[in-house]
């Protein structure tokens, strides 16, 4: 396995493969292969690119996955409730926003069984996270699914610059999303660092304000042709960016020396498909009565 030490860098590819490494390991203590479920809500090009990186990972490493795209919120609804009861499904991974006009995005993801929900965002895995519960119980090994993209800035992070390394700095994240931006916030805050939660509604001034003393900045705004202006940020800041358009204009980055990822090289995407993976090769465990690492 890759040693996880620290680097001085951002490297999502190396930080990837070293949890793609603890997932292989994972399963070969199962001793079969787990079924992952991947929903979608539409053929969103940006949502099928990233499904079918995700159906490759699965492929390399022996999990059986299976994919489908549900119209209309009705049809996730029965969709999520034929494979909570599915025993050879052992999690479900579903692409959002689904922008069902009558189902909202909260509502869908407390469908998920909390048990098969890799992506960590049912209430009852988020009240886990919100209170900095690890186990699910402190009388067993079972572990509290996490978020997968909050835990994927968290794992690159850690690996270029440690783990201690964000406690006491501050952190501005652009996103206040169910799925990003809030369980980053509570991830980030459990780490004794200071979250500034921002969104496209922010006060301008204020939000350039936040970004000049911030020691991360980690962007996440589906807005195409928004940029953070370059000249904002502080040398030694770090820049993450979690948007499909980017954010961030990386070649200005380069030019201050300033440690970034990108949208496509380096991207925390692929940390994000390692995490979810990593997360269903525990929900599988706990069906053995097996803990996993």
Known sequence: MTALTPTGALD???????YRERVRRNLQDLGFAPGMAILLGSEDPGSVLYRNLLLKDCEDLGIQARHEVVGGGLGMVKAIARLNQDPRTHGIFIFYPLRYPELKDDEIMDLVDPGK?????????IGYLTKFRKRVDSGTERRA???????????????????DWLAGRTVVIL??????????????????????????????????????????????VPAPGYCIPADWIRP???CI???????????ALKARGIAHTDTRKNS???????M??????YAAGWEQGLARG
């Open 276 to 281: 979810a993976l990593l997360n269903l090769t």
């Open 241 to 251: 960016d979690l948007s499909h358009e980017g954010n961030f204009d990386t070649g």
């Open 175 to 220: 996103n206040d999303s169910l799925r990003i931006g809030r369980p980053l916030s509570a991830m980030v805050a459990n780490l004794r660092a200071t979250p500034l939660l921002c969104h496209l509604h922010t006060n301008p001034a204020h939000l350039e304000a936040m970004i000049r003393l911030a020691d991360v900045v980690v962007s996440a």
């Open 145 to 163: 699914m996490m978020p997968c993209t909050g835990r994927a800035v968290l794992k690159v992070i850690k690996r270029g610059y440690g783990g």
């Open 268 to 274: 925390v995407g692929r940390v994000t498909r390692a």
């Open 12 to 18: 999502c590819a190396a930080t990837a493969a070293h």
């Open 117 to 125: 929900d890799i992506e960590g965002l049912h209430s009852i895995n």
């Open 236 to 238: 030694e800041a770090l």
